[in-house]
């Protein structure tokens, strides 16, 4: 979720703390919230039981412990089908996923990070991070430096100072620096590449999609392993890769811009 909660009032302070219970991933004690909570244990208190009673908390008193509520459930398909480019690109990306026989992720830039918004797995799928709903860095992942490099100046600007560089493997690039370098070589060459760079022994090739005017609305990618591929192997998949975007660009285009 977003960390944009400064000076938005108590909207902002609730969504805080729905932040906080989310970050736990299970059913989380009031003492523990309150030991990282910026809030008085009157005003911690007061915002849990406002989200209890609006649904986007559930509260067990058996265990005493709040989790996420069942509202966030309907909020949470409501966005993905109106906001996000999942369902216009599934019948796509289903057919990508059976032609190239790989992992295919479809993914937008939320806040500077990767959203993934779907992903096709392929009949022999690999564990890895990326899960539809899943949030990820942008500098480091081959969806995210697709559409970092279409961006423009002002708007890459601000998603770079988003970034964290964090050192996640030997090939993680960790300096604006070198991020610009790369983007200036993925804007001419069309594609993207994840060399395991978010994580070891994971691959991908990954291509943005565009706006009828260039803007990028997403990215899609074909991922694998270094065990079953080689990076020059993904090549292959470049043709296939950059034909499921245009479609999906064009199908994007009444999603965008209704009538």
């Given at each position: 979720m977003n960390k944009q909660t400064g000076g938005d009032g108590t909207v902002g302070k609730a969504l805080d703390v729905l932040d906080k219970v989310a970050e736990k991933a299970r059913p989380v004690r009031f003492h523990e919230l309150l030991a990282e909570s910026s809030h008085p244990k009157a005003t911690l208190y007061r915002l849990l039981q406002t989200l209890v009673r609006q649904g986007m908390l559930s509260y067990s008193d058996e265990q005493q412990t709040y989790s996420l509520g069942l509202r966030l459930m309907h909020l949470a398909h409501a966005a993905w089908q109106q906001s996000s480019l999942a369902p216009i690109a599934r019948p796509f990306i289903d057919h990508l996923a059976q032609a190239v026989g790989e992992t295919v992720h479809l993914a937008?830039?939320?806040?500077?990070?990767?959203?993934?918004?779907?992903?096709?797995?392929?009949?022999?799928?690999?564990?890895?991070?990326?899960?539809?709903?899943?949030?990820?860095?942008?500098?480091?992942?081959?969806?995210?430096?697709?559409?970092?490099?279409?961006?423009?100046?002002?708007?890459?600007?601000?998603?770079?100072?988003?970034?964290?560089?964090?050192?996640?493997?030997?090939?993680?690039?960790?300096?604006?620096?070198?991020?610009?370098?790369?983007?200036?070589?993925?804007?001419?060459?069309?594609?993207?590449?994840?060399?395991?760079?978010?994580?070891?022994?994971?691959?991908?090739?990954?291509?943005?999609?565009?706006?009828?005017?260039?803007?990028?609305?997403?990215?899609?990618?074909?991922?694998?392993?270094?065990?079953?591929?080689?990076?020059?192997?993904?090549?292959?998949?470049?043709?296939?890769?950059?034909?499921?975007?245009?479609?999906?660009?064009?199908?994007?285009?009444?999603?965008?811009?209704?009538?």
């Open positions: 937008q830039l939320d806040n500077g990070q990767v959203l993934y918004v779907d992903k096709r797995k392929a009949a022999s799928p690999i564990e890895m991070f990326s899960q539809a709903g899943k949030i990820g860095p942008g500098y480091c992942t081959g969806v995210g430096k697709a559409i970092m490099a279409f961006l423009d100046e002002p708007q890459l600007s601000q998603v770079i100072q988003k970034q964290s560089f964090y050192h996640y493997t030997p090939n993680t690039l960790t300096t604006s620096e070198r991020l610009r370098s790369e983007l200036m070589s993925i804007r001419s060459d069309g594609v993207s590449f994840d060399r395991e760079e978010h994580e070891p022994g994971i691959i991908c090739i990954a291509a943005p999609i565009l706006s009828l005017s260039e803007r990028p609305l997403g990215a899609l990618s074909v991922t694998t392993s270094t065990q079953r591929k080689s990076v020059e192997d993904l090549e292959r998949f470049r043709p296939d890769l950059l034909e499921t975007a245009a479609k999906i660009s064009a199908a994007a285009e009444d999603w965008q811009f209704p009538g």
